[in-house]
């Protein structure tokens, strides 16, 4: 395929002929300069006329030095490129020639290699045409010697010689040019191919729903996309940026799973980490790249939010079908066995040891009934009700409402947080989470050489800025396999706990768009904190949406 006339030439094809075509000059004016200055008083080039050699090597390499920093800027298009070129070296050479005595200097054969290179550039018939212009000269050049004395007449046959070598070199470099332009043409096309392909590659791993990114044996970050770049902190993960400055738990998490991998394990390392504003869980899982030990490692991060709201929703369907048989086959009768419990407690004949025994059945009738009324709420729960909450009013209410209740004083719950931060969440419902929460902070939660103290904490995430309220306490914190767990339904530590609270306050707060997140406290104690959607930023989609 030819390069088109009206556009400025831009083939490598070409611009390496052109450099070639240039260093050949230079190198041809080195070995003649040093051939006629050598072999003076009479030299082998140039004996006929000196002055008119030595200006004419002069200018052509002036002119070979214009045409190497002409670069490839200066061409309007390929033909005046080749036509220049050839007009360059025709008239230089023609002097030369005519300076060392003709045709039968031997200097001709200078024209063979720039006439082969521009008929490489030229189209079809302009290989011709650059060969009748080399052709000509070299007759011109025997014409004005014969006209001048300078050589005799019958140096013709020799000039015409040498115009049909000429002829000859340009007719057989033309299918090596056509072929040299189809192998060009598959090259540009497979460049083109493969720049959009890396640029669907890019596009596709840039708007991948999944999160993704590539760290390489030194744990710096080579690739990555915009969802991983929102989980781990859009500031700091970055390409080229290290892993432990991103994410150190990320990248103990990389080193425990490269550990197992060389010993022959390949379960993931582990669980599940705290994204960058600490609003969701994250799930990492490894997959190596290549063969070579070490090698750069595939990443993604799963967000366990989704795939935990897909649980709950199979959970509460599983519920519903169960509670109507929970209430009519468990219900009644632990209503009867907790009657006749309290029955025989009232008889006179029951001695201490059978009281003893009644209220272990009553005690654990009792807590039965409290499991069998969480699920049954849980499965009868109403949609949510969300409505616009100033958090510092509504936790100024639930203090004194939960302080008064428990009857414990208000220093117990101390409150901190920003008195303009708004939320959008059903009230009852966010009641029902806080109060679980503190209740087991200040059941579960205290310090035993302190009384017991709660910390209800609200404000704005600083890297989402999305709104948050937690529940902190001082107590002895949870180990590390039952903070996997502490949200599973029926999973508790305490003697008379059901297990469901948490799962409970995990279930509302998910209703509502919400997560609920444990980490562990620094210093000490546990941390439980709601992560609110954020007001603002829905009305301002919202009226992106109605606009």
């Known amino acids: 395929m030819p390069l088109q006339d009206s556009a400025t030439p831009r083939s490598d094809l070409v611009w390496r002929i052109v450099g070639l075509a240039n260093l050949y000059r230079f190198l041809a004016i080195a070995v003649l300069l040093g051939v006629h200055l050598l072999t003076g008083p009479v030299p082998i080039f140039g004996a006929i006329s000196p002055s008119l050699f030595r200006l004419t090597i002069a200018f052509y390499c002036v002119l070979a030095a214009l045409l190497t920093l002409a670069g490839r800027r200066h061409w309007p298009n390929r033909r005046v490129l080749v036509l220049t070129h050839t007009l360059a070296d025709t008239l230089a050479i023609g002097a030369l020639l005519y300076s060392s005595g003709g045709i039968v200097s031997g200097l001709a054969v200078l024209l063979i290699l720039p006439v082969g290179s521009m008929a490489l550039l030229a189209d079809g018939r302009e290989a011709f045409f650059i060969a009748a212009i080399a052709a000509l000269g070299v007759l011109a050049q025997q014409i004005v010697a014969q006209l001048t004395g300078l050589a005799p007449s019958t140096d013709y046959p020799l000039a015409g010689v040498m115009g049909a070598v000429i002829f000859v070199v340009a007719l057989s470099v033309w299918p090596v040019t056509n072929r040299l332009r189809e192998s060009e043409a598959v090259v540009s096309r497979q460049k083109v191919d493969l720049a959009n392909l890396a640029q669907l590659s890019q596009y596709i791993v840039q708007h991948l729903r999944e999160s993704i990114l590539v760290v390489d044996p030194s744990d710096r970050i080579r690739l990555i996309n915009e969802s991983a770049a929102q989980m781990l902190g859009e500031r700091n993960a970055i390409p080229d940026a290290l892993l432990g400055e991103v994410s150190p738990q990320l990248l103990y998490r990389l080193a425990t799973w490269r550990q197992l991998r060389s010993g ?51 959970k509460l369907a599983a519920l519903g079908r169960l509670s109507a048989s929970i209430a009519h086959e468990i219900r009644n009768p632990v209503g009867a066995v907790s009657h006749a419990a309290q029955l025989l407690a009232e008889s006179a004949a029951v001695g201490e040891t059978e009281r003893r025994l009644i209220e272990i059945v009553r005690g654990n009738s009792q807590r039965i009934s409290g499991i069998i009324e969480n699920i049954l709420g849980l499965s009868r729960r109403a949609a949510p009700n969300r409505r616009p909450l100033l958090l510092a009013a509504w936790c100024e209410r639930f203090r004194d409402e939960f302080c008064s209740t428990l009857q414990i004083p208000a220093e117990r719950l101390q409150l901190q947080g920003n008195a303009q931060l708004e939320v959008q969440i059903d009230a009852s419902q966010l009641h029902q989470i806080v109060w679980n929460l503190c209740q087991n902070a200040l059941t579960h939660g205290a310090d035993p050489l302190a009384s017991p103290q709660v910390e209800l904490r609200y404000g704005r995430l600083s890297g989402s800025g999305r709104p948050y309220l937690e529940v902190g306490d001082r107590g002895p914190g949870i180990s590390a396999p039952d903070a996997e767990r502490i949200f599973e339904p029926f999973f508790t530590r305490g003697e008379r706990g059901t297990g469901l609270g948490l799962y409970l306050a995990r279930g509302l707060a998910e209703a509502n768009d919400a997560t609920l997140l444990y980490t562990a406290r620094a210093g000490g104690g546990s941390t439980f904190r709601l992560v609110f959607t954020d007001p603002s930023r829905w009305a301002a989609v919202n009226a992106i949406v109605e606009g």
């Open 264 to 314: 022959s394990r390949t379960e993931e390392a582990g669980g599940p980490l705290t994204s960058a504003d600490g609003s969701t869980l994250i799930e990492p899982h490894f997959a190596s790249l290549g063969s070579i030990d070490p090698a750069p490692v595939l990443i993604f991060l799963e967000d366990t939010s989704v795939l935990a709201a897909k649980i709950q929703q199979s």
